[in-house]
């Protein structure tokens, strides 16, 4: 399990071809599902199967709460005393700044203009080498940070973005318990960089010119009397949901875009049909992308999308049995024990995805010959549990990633692509990235040698892609 981590969880499924199996470990039990049917039914149970206790134990570790936060969170963390516990309340509490409407649409527009601010600099730039994972990192801290945080953003700061960078690469040692190690003295210390500022951030009240979704999160960590140091630690932390997937994800997409002639011409004829020309002021031409358009009428550049998400997935949703539990009937789980459902399982399944499950294929999601089961894409997770922020992190990777195709080419400084490239990830990262990055080099499209202006718009007819069975409306709806 160390050593091959996830996809160890694949080579089980392949010699067992069990629905499901136990992995008996030195006191506990871990049952791993392979069975799509049997992953509604543990969704289904999200209170004998629960998400929650795990979720706070794990808060609790990476965080370095105090002990009284620490009591707080880890009270009544499944509803054992009604439904008012911290943890049991949060997803409840954000949901509505990240649902589809007038708030995810508010923050949107705010990553869309920094998207194009962003890159119509980089446009004035002849030739750009960079690393392309390091130098998408750069852009997407930039852009998500401005859009969650407002214009006292702490991570305009280079130091906190070095703080956050250093915070990461020891929170397998936190979750571990092994805060004594280099990699987890070095988290630690990061992260009571990064809380000092989060802490003035919110004594000065600036998040208060945030998204909602900041304030909805301090307004809940208030409410259950969260000290203020503590919910700057939470606040710190969280980079890890608004940056960890985005980021790989849209290196992935480009990766797989610019390095295949076909799928760059498919993207870039779509989504050059969605965009308009405007004079600006002085006579300057300005070319606008209605996103809204792109999620509705770019069938190929949202297949290679959901392709990427299938391919590099690497997340693996877990449940604690909080009561002895007959899953559907016919499997014993027992009190206290741990349940796994490793999304990389459903995603290279043969039996979902057919025998070429382990070939990139960019147009794989415009097939319609069946329709795909549900649970065999599980990137966000499922059940009352799935990611509330998926529509933000959808839209921010699709439009930069069409600004980057219609603005710029893009090729391996070597000269060739590479093929195959080995990926590695953390066991709790969600998504796999490239075990060595590499040098690409970046200029303006070759167009009628005018310097355009780009600007990016949502429509008032905006509406979320499908990105797991809770998206598709019911037949009727």
Sequence with gaps: M??????????????????????RLPGSRIYVVNSPSLISAV???????????????????????????????????????????????????????????????????????????????????????????????QQITFVTTNSAYGPANPYKDPAAVAAFGTYTYGISSLILGLPFTPAGRASIQAMAFGSTAFETYFRDDHHRKGSALVQARYDHSMEHHIPLNDIARAEFANGIALLSNTVPNTGWMLYHIYSDPIVLADCRRELTSVVTMTNGPE???????????????????????KEVLRTYSNAVSARRVMEDHMLDNQYLLKKGSTVLMPSPVQHHNPGIWGPAHDAFDHRRFTKSEKRINPTGFRTFGGGNTLCPGRHFATTEILAFTAAMILQFDVKPASGSWKRGLKRRAEFWESTLNPDEDFEVEVRPVEGEGVKKEWAFTLSDLDAPIALSAEDIPEEGH
Excluded at 9 to 19: A, E, F, M, V
Aim: charged share 20%; aromatic share 8%.
């Design 2 to 23: 160390t050593r091959k981590k996830v996809q160890y969880y694949i080579t089980l499924r392949d010699q067992s071809n069990l629905p499901i199996y136990t992995l």
């Design 43 to 137: 969704q289904r149970q999200y209170k004998a199967l629960s998400l929650w206790p795990i979720a706070a134990k794990a808060s609790v570790q990476i965080a370095r709460f105090s002990k009284t936060a620490s009591d707080i969170i880890n009270t009544n963390t499944n509803g054992e005393d009604g439904d008012r516990g911290c943890v049991i309340t949060f997803h409840d509490a954000i949901q509505p700044s990240l649902a589809p409407g007038k708030h995810l649409d508010a923050m949107n527009r705010v990553m869309l203009g920094l998207v194009a601010v962003s890159l119509n600099r980089l446009e004035q730039q002849a030739t750009t080498k960079v690393k392309l994972f390091d130098w998408i990192t």
């Design 283 to 305: 006579g300057k031409p300005t070319h606008t992308v209605d996103v809204s358009k792109v999620k509705t009428s770019c069938p190929i550049f949202l297949s290679t999308y």
